[in-house]
């Protein structure tokens, strides 16, 4: 069997390629995170309390985005 081949069934097989963390991030905004986490509390219905969560969430996604 081809080296190529057996390396590509490998990581097929265990999964290897979808457990390599991605290392390229952004660095979003305080302003663009703020207002990604506004309308995470739009879409909820405005209800209070999970600012920190909204803040997490936004900064996240947009850390993560291609």
């Known amino acids: ?14 999964g290897e390629r979808w457990m390599a963390k991605d290392t390229t991030q952004r660095n979003p905004s305080h ?14 219905g405005r209800q209070d309390g999970h ?8 900064e996240n996604r947009l850390r993560n985005q291609p």
Do not use: P
């Open 1 to 14: 069997m081809n080296a190529n081949v057996a390396s590509a069934l490998a990581t097929y097989l265990t």
């Open 31 to 44: 302003d663009e995170i703020a207002h990604l986490a506004y309308q995470l509390y739009e879409v909820r």
């Open 51 to 58: 600012d920190v969560a909204d803040w997490r969430l936004a």
